[in-house]
């Protein structure tokens, strides 16, 4: 990688020319030059092309077999402007739904005093409040880093499984917590918890050109298991005064799940299709 920014930096000291006449011709900032130079960042596959022109040289000159093998894991997951566009609104929204699930479940149960008058009710209430919490500072960090542009690979893999990891624990709390545990349902979502851990960090931190037809799978399951379960309490509640109650809360979980699900689709859909063109 470090040949490629020296490539630039010699090419262009040779046309006598400053970064920012480079970026002036390429409409980019100054600092995107000097990241390319000191060989913390490629240019998108378009601009390269278009850089490798501006100094009368050709991309084969200007890379190598490594960097071709190190341009997907180093450069954001998203490179091209809509794309970036939908990352960050798919991050944006994410956050959002997330942060109203969390206020609603603050006011309507963490606020109400006589939901500690049980001592496993109130470790489930906190418990639950808590991983709203730390799923929206997730999401936030998401959303800062895909403005700074900086959601590379290894950024993309902890958001993932950082996300999975809080919802899997909490999980495991609540049926510890309750009367009549589910240890079967809860050991198949363990199941497709570390499955998809395990596959998201295998997709990620490989240079191998994986398929992530696991993570599509495993990730559409847990969409369409939160969307069943949500019919079947919807029809369960029909009729009772829990009626108005679920339609929020239910609704806004499955909103929240499934925004959550449809970010790691995309961004693992986009990664893949840069390694196959990068790499094929």
């Given at each position: 990688?470090?040949?490629f ?8 000291e ?83 739904i ?64 950082a ?7 909490s999980?495991v ?108």
């Amino acid at each position: 990688m470090a040949e490629f920014g020296e490539n630039i930096r010699k090419a262009r000291e040779e046309m006598g020319i400053t970064q920012q006449t480079l970026a002036d011709k390429l409409y980019v900032t100054r600092q995107a030059v000097s990241r390319w130079e000191n060989g913390s960042r490629y240019p998108d596959l378009l601009t390269a092309k278009a850089l490798a022109k501006s100094l009368d040289t050709t991309l084969d000159d200007l890379l190598t077999d490594d960097d071709m093998r190190t341009y997907p894991e180093v450069n954001p997951v998203i490179e091209y402007p809509m794309t970036k566009r939908v990352q960050t609104a798919l991050f944006a929204a994410a956050f959002a739904i997330n942060l109203i699930l969390t206020m609603w479940y603050f006011f309507y149960n963490i606020t109400d005093i006589r939901a500690f008058g049980i001592g496993n009710e109130s470790v489930l209430r906190i418990t639950y409040f808590s991983t709203y919490i730390i799923i929206i500072s997730v999401l936030l960090y998401g959303v800062v880093k895909s403005i700074k542009d900086t959601v590379n690979p290894k950024a993309t893999a902890c958001i993932m499984t950082a996300i999975v990891s809080v919802d899997f624990v909490s999980n495991v709390f609540f049926e510890l917590l309750t009367d009549s545990p589910a240890w079967f349902g809860l050991l198949n979502y363990a199941l497709i918890d570390i499955l998809f851990i395990v596959s998201v960090l295998r997709f990620y931190y490989s240079k191998k050109l994986y398929r992530p037809i696991l993570i599509y799978v495993l990730t559409g399951l847990v969409a369409a298991l939160n969307l069943a379960s949500y019919i079947h309490n919807l029809i369960s509640v029909i009729g009772t005064a829990d009626l108005r109650k679920f339609l929020t809360n239910g609704t806004l979980k499955l909103a929240a799940v499934l925004m959550i699900e449809i970010l790691f689709i995309y961004m693992t859909a986009v990664l893949y299709r840069k390694r196959k063109l990068t790499k094929g």
